[in-house]
């Protein structure tokens, strides 16, 4: 009788250990803020990539699109209840109503990598910890700056002066110093607005316009650039908690790695 007990033990452990080695990944479903073919997405899939090739079958990151999925407004709130495991590509100044924080971000002259080594990536951990129950992995584009796309020709400052220009929550102050009404409106909606003249120019950064075709109704870059990119990637508090320790490790490393090649 003992040792059929025994048995029985020895069975219940190593079916226990297998259902962990070999069962199903942990899956982490994501999203971004501009649809998958956006120039802006460039290294997401990469990225990944890296993770899933990484984690050898114990996590996955699903990609499940942009926002036809969810509003690019409303995934960091998605996100932060939990019905959204991952945001892969957020800009910061997204985030501004419930992180006012974040329009420190844009205004930093430090590449990510830089900003790890002085200490300001772990105080950003904390803010996301704080406002938006998320736990940061970093960001993509470091040094990517912003432009100023126009259909009227600039040559002096008092140009703006009755411009409607659409921006981000975040740059709304930098519009208004210059003179000009800042219009916030989705990414989707800028070629409508400028084509119907809803908006005479808007704030993008230095690559992915012609994801959206917004050449076509451009006549103008002003120059200099100015800020520069500050895409967020994160995860939800509570599912990160739920990660193996070595596993986050993994998706902190390949995140490092590719802050150098998303420049």
């Not at 069975?11 to 250990?17: L, M, P």
């Not at 942009?66 to 985030?95: C, H, R, W």
């Not at 208004?176 to 219009?183: D, H, Q, R, T, V």
Request: glycine share 6%.
């Amino acid at each position: 009788m003992k040792k059929a007990i025994r048995v029985l033990f020895f069975v219940a452990i190593f079916c226990g250990v297998s259902t962990i080695a070999f069962g199903s990944p942990m899956v982490l479903k994501a999203v971004t803020a501009f649809p998958k073919n956006h120039l802006n997405n460039d290294t997401v899939q990469m990225f990944v990539d890296r993770v899933n090739e990484r984690c050898k079958g114990r996590l996955e990151i699903k990609w499940l699109g942009g926002p036809e999925v969810i509003a690019a407004f409303d995934q960091i709130n998605a996100l932060k209840s939990g019905t959204m495991d991952m945001i892969l590509y957020y800009p910061f100044g997204y985030m501004k109503q419930l992180m006012p924080e974040a329009e420190a971000k844009g205004l930093s002259e430090l590449a990510e990598w830089e900003e790890r080594r002085s200490g300001a990536f772990e105080l950003w951990e904390e803010i996301f910890a704080k406002r938006v129950n998320a736990k940061y992995i970093g960001r993509f584009h470091s040094l990517i700056p912003f432009m100023l796309y126009t259909n009227k020709k600039i040559t002096k400052l008092e140009d703006f002066k009755g411009m409607k220009i659409r921006v981000m929550p975040l740059y709304i102050p930098f519009v208004k110093a210059l003179g000009a009404s800042p219009i916030s409106i989705p990414p989707t909606d800028i070629h409508t607005a400028m084509e119907r003249k809803v908006v005479d120019g808007f704030i993008w950064p230095r690559t992915g316009m012609i994801s959206w075709g917004l050449q076509e109704v451009t006549k103008y870059m002003v120059l200099p650039g100015f800020f520069q990119m500050e895409p967020a990637t994160m995860i939800n508090m509570e599912k990160w908690k739920q990660i193996p320790k070595d596993v986050q490790a993994i998706i902190m490393n390949v995140m490092q790695d590719m802050e150098y090649v998303a420049t």
